[in-house]
């Protein structure tokens, strides 16, 4: 079987878990292939370069750079059948939300969320109108959708109205080996990964430092991720803040970078109000760091019994964790393995099988 995966939409740095997501998953089909079968990658021009072909996969780069979206956009519906019916394919997985509205084989998407329809204060006017028409037509015209939880699920029956969904929850990210940055950290630190926007609930955060910060002189805060729609919000909490000087913004940094700041960091915290699935807290686990989770949407999926869960929006709930986490070691030691148990549960195997 020639299988077609699309992963047109993946810029190198540029999107976050989705390229998690396409890179591990890669990884993980090809290892389930048999004699006969093969990968066929479609990608941009500057993605391509990025995967290795093999005798079981094929890397094809399309005449179009991934950072161009409207180019991008037109090349997955004009070119990309044409590739299809050169190639003889039997069925494209298109693994980034959207797919190819008419296709000469079936067709499966992955459509991770509806961050578009749950919070549109992340997205400007034209650009939640295309996402809106673009998962829309994806899930009606696919032959079937795949998402990263049954929260998601749940959502994309209810506001697509489309039934032929199917869950499989993603996996924990491999570790890279640490390298030292040329910034410096702090001993003692709350850690966040996440990109700036308003869903992220970072403000929330900021204001959970500021009162365990008063009663714990040597504790900071770390945030890494993009900078996004809530970066201006962001920086005005800061600026406000009495210890703002102990609160530290990284931004993009490489993954054996990430690798280092994870592993000492002192307690994960990631207060978002919406995800389609959360591999930092799955990352954090397996660096054996203890997590205090929000308990959104699919977060609470995936944290299961690996970490401490509370509502998004509530302050004293994350002060009260995070301070138990501080104060007892006994019960922070339990929740690291409890962590590490939950992050080796997760493979991505088991995804690929799956799926």
Same mark, same amino acid.
């Given at each position: 079987?020639?299988?077609?995966?699309?992963?047109?939409?993946?810029?190198?740095?540029?999107?976050?878990?989705?390229?998690?997501?396409?890179?591990?998953?890669?990884?993980?089909?090809?290892?389930?292939?048999?004699?006969?079968?093969?990968?066929?990658?479609?990608?941009?021009?500057?993605?391509?370069?990025?995967?290795?072909?093999?005798?079981?996969?094929?890397?094809?780069?399309?005449?179009?750079?991934?950072?161009?979206? @409207? *180019?991008?956009?037109? =090349?997955?519906?004009?070119?990309?059948? &044409?590739?299809? /019916?050169?190639?003889?394919? %039997?069925?494209?997985?298109?693994?980034?939300?959207?797919?190819?509205?008419?296709?000469?084989?079936?067709?499966?998407?992955?459509?991770?969320?509806?961050?578009?329809?749950?919070?549109?204060?992340d997205f400007g006017f034209v650009s939640r109108i295309m996402w809106s028409i673009l998962?829309?037509?994806?899930?009606?015209?696919?032959?079937?959708?795949?998402?990263?939880?049954?929260?998601?699920?749940?959502?994309?029956?209810?506001?697509?109205?489309?039934?032929?969904?199917?869950?499989?929850?993603?996996?924990?990210?491999?570790?890279?080996?640490?390298?030292?940055?040329?910034?410096?950290?702090?001993?003692?630190? @709350? *850690?966040?990964?996440? =990109?700036?926007?308003?869903?992220?609930? &970072?403000?929330? /955060?900021?204001?959970?430092? %500021?009162?365990?910060?008063?009663?714990?002189?040597?504790?900071?805060?770390?945030?890494?991720?993009?900078?996004?729609?809530?970066?201006?919000?962001?920086?005005?909490?800061?600026?406000?803040?009495?210890?703002?000087?102990?609160?530290?913004?990284?931004?993009?940094?490489?993954?054996?970078?990430?690798?280092?700041?994870?592993?000492?960091?002192?307690?994960?915290?990631?207060?978002?109000?919406?995800?389609?699935?959360?591999?930092?807290?799955?990352?954090?686990?397996?660096?054996?760091?203890?997590?205090?989770?929000?308990?959104?949407?699919?977060?609470?999926?995936?944290?299961?019994?690996?970490?401490?869960?509370?509502?998004?929006?509530?302050?004293?709930?994350?002060?009260?964790?995070?301070?138990?986490?501080?104060k007892d070691s006994k019960f922070k030691q339990g929740l690291i393995?409890?962590?590490?148990?939950?992050?080796?549960?997760?493979?991505?195997?088991?995804?690929?099988?799956?799926?």
């Amino acid at each position: 079987m020639r299988i077609g995966l699309n992963i047109l939409y993946l810029i190198p740095g540029g999107v976050g878990g989705t390229e998690t997501y396409a890179r591990h998953l890669i990884s993980a089909l090809t290892k389930q292939l048999i004699e006969g079968d093969e990968l066929v990658i479609y990608a941009s021009r500057e993605t391509a370069p990025t995967f290795n072909e093999s005798k079981h996969v094929k890397v094809i780069a399309l005449p179009i750079y991934s950072s161009n979206r @409207l *180019f991008r956009l037109l =090349a997955e519906q004009l070119l990309l059948p &044409l590739y299809l /019916l050169r190639d003889k394919v %039997n069925v494209i997985f298109s693994l980034g939300y959207s797919s190819p509205f008419i296709h000469p084989c079936p067709a499966i998407v992955t459509i991770h969320d509806l961050n578009w329809y749950y919070h549109p204060e992340d997205f400007g006017f034209v650009s939640r109108i295309m996402w809106s028409i673009l998962t829309r037509l994806s899930a009606h015209t696919a032959n079937h959708v795949i998402t990263d939880s049954d929260s998601s699920a749940r959502s994309i029956k209810e506001v697509l109205k489309t039934h032929a969904v199917t869950p499989v929850l993603h996996a924990t990210p491999f570790k890279t080996s640490p390298t030292k940055p040329n910034f410096k950290l702090p001993d003692d630190y @709350l *850690f966040t990964v996440s =990109a700036s926007y308003p869903h992220k609930n &970072l403000t929330t /955060l900021i204001k959970v430092f %500021n009162q365990l910060a008063s009663v714990n002189p040597k504790l900071n805060l770390v945030i890494c991720g993009l900078s996004g729609k809530a970066s201006t919000s962001l920086k005005q909490e800061i600026n406000n803040s009495p210890f703002h000087n102990r609160i530290i913004i990284l931004g993009y940094i490489t993954n054996h970078e990430l690798s280092y700041v994870y592993s000492r960091a002192t307690v994960f915290v990631f207060p978002s109000a919406y995800e389609g699935f959360g591999y930092p807290v799955l990352e954090a686990m397996s660096y054996g760091i203890p997590v205090v989770s929000s308990n959104a949407t699919s977060l609470k999926e995936v944290v299961g019994h690996g970490g401490m869960l509370v509502e998004p929006y509530d302050i004293p709930a994350y002060i009260s964790a995070i301070s138990k986490i501080l104060k007892d070691s006994k019960f922070k030691q339990g929740l690291i393995k409890r962590g590490e148990k939950r992050a080796t549960e997760l493979q991505w195997d088991h995804t690929a099988i799956n799926t």
